[in-house]
């Protein structure tokens, strides 16, 4: 399984981005699809997270503002960001649940004050 994240970029605060992560193999054996995102010098945090199910998790900062969505036929997810501050400044990996994790590239998305 490999998966190809895009859409990240520069933007400014109050702004609009939507990241995509399409997978390539066995992607009807996946489970739970999400994002996670680092700043460097922290941990990487949970995101959003989103199950064969169509149910959604997030972190309480994003609520209201971030939006998870995929298409389990095309084995892909996808993250409508909206609102955006500063403080979402990070480098956003997304990742598959199937027999293992398995890990997008990350991309870069940079909120401008």
């Known amino acids: 399984v490999q998966l190809q994240a895009s859409g990240g970029g520069l933007v400014q605060a109050g702004g609009s981005l939507r990241l995509s992560c399409a997978a390539s193999g066995s992607i009807f054996r996946f489970s739970v699809m999400g994002w996670y995102r680092q700043v460097l010098g922290k941990q990487r945090e949970l995101v959003a997270a989103?199950?064969?199910?169509?149910?959604?998790n997030y972190v309480d900062s994003v609520k209201g503002r971030f939006t998870i969505s995929r298409d389990s036929a095309k084995g892909t997810v996808y993250l409508q960001m909206s609102s955006l501050k500063p403080e979402d400044t990070a480098l956003y990996y997304c990742?598959?649940?199937?027999?293992?994790?398995?890990w997008g590239q990350g991309t870069l998305v940079t909120v401008s004050s």
């Open positions: 990742y598959v649940d199937a027999d293992y994790r398995y």
């Open positions: 989103i199950t064969t199910g169509g149910r959604t």
